[in-house]
């Protein structure tokens, strides 16, 4: 009995070292791979740049990205200032203006997750003009989450303050997002209470008006 236990032992910590030797040789091949994509979208036209995208969004699962993969962040968030941080110009016109690439890359980071991606995806709602891309960003910051800050929910509100005529799509989202950030920081709550019911209260469609009942019923049942 007592062999058996020391052999079991031994095949434990040789398992453990063969896991752990297995992790650091996948960090390597994430960090590798994050490297060569930094240095082909820094060069590459638009279409590489969504090629690239589309390879990471292939390849997520498969080699196990996470909020510690530094190097692919660093690619994202690039990426995700195409055409607004980062503008790039020709004879007084922007040529960078690629909202596909933003929206990609934010629907990446709600994957990726983490402080990060949190503080990137912000930062883009605050300074984003395409409507599809702050969807892209508002749906992957609620799937990232708040933080006691209350980072991600200013951000939305900043976004909501921006948009003069928002669309239904919009408030949709919206409206989504804001029911899971509330739930982070019970500060936000009345302040949310009072939009949604000025939403409501709107002339909008009938989606936008049953949304926003929807959700303040939600906040209502939760408060209690």
Same mark, same amino acid.
């Given at each position: 009995m007592k062999l058996f236990m020391i052999l079991l032992l031994s095949l434990?910590?040789?398992?453990?070292?063969? #896991?752990?030797?297995?992790d650091k040789e996948a960090k390597k091949i994430r960090e590798q791979r994050a490297k060569n994509y930094i240095y082909i979208i820094k060069s590459g036209d638009r279409d590489m740049k969504n090629s690239i995208l589309e390879k990471i969004d292939a390849e997520f699962d498969t080699l196990g990205y996470t909020e510690n993969d530094v190097k692919l962040l660093e690619v994202l968030i690039y990426l995700s200032q195409e055409?607004?941080?980062?503008?790039?110009?020709?004879?007084?016109s922007l040529i960078n203006d690629f909202p596909e690439v933003r929206s990609k890359s934010a629907e990446i980071l709600g994957r990726v997750g983490g402080d990060i991606a949190r503080a990137a995806l912000a930062d883009m709602l605050k300074k984003e003009t395409n409507v599809d891309v702050m969807i892209s960003a508002i749906n992957s910051l609620a799937k990232v989450g708040d933080n006691s800050n209350g980072d991600a929910y200013y951000a939305l509100m900043i976004s909501y303050s921006n948009m003069s005529n928002p669309t239904a799509d919009y408030l949709i989202s919206f409206m989504d997002a804001l029911k899971i950030l509330v739930q982070y920081n019970s500060k936000f709550y009345n302040?949310?209470?009072?939009?949604?019911?000025?939403?409501q209260g709107s002339?909008? #469609?009938?989606?936008?008006k049953n949304k926003a009942e929807e959700i303040i019923n939600?906040?209502?049942?939760?408060?209690?």
């Open positions: 434990s910590a040789q398992f453990l070292v063969f #896991s752990s030797d297995t055409g607004t941080t980062r503008k790039n110009y020709r004879y007084m302040d949310a209470l009072i939009l949604l019911t000025k939403i002339e909008y #469609s009938a989606s936008v939600f906040l209502a049942s939760e408060n209690r």
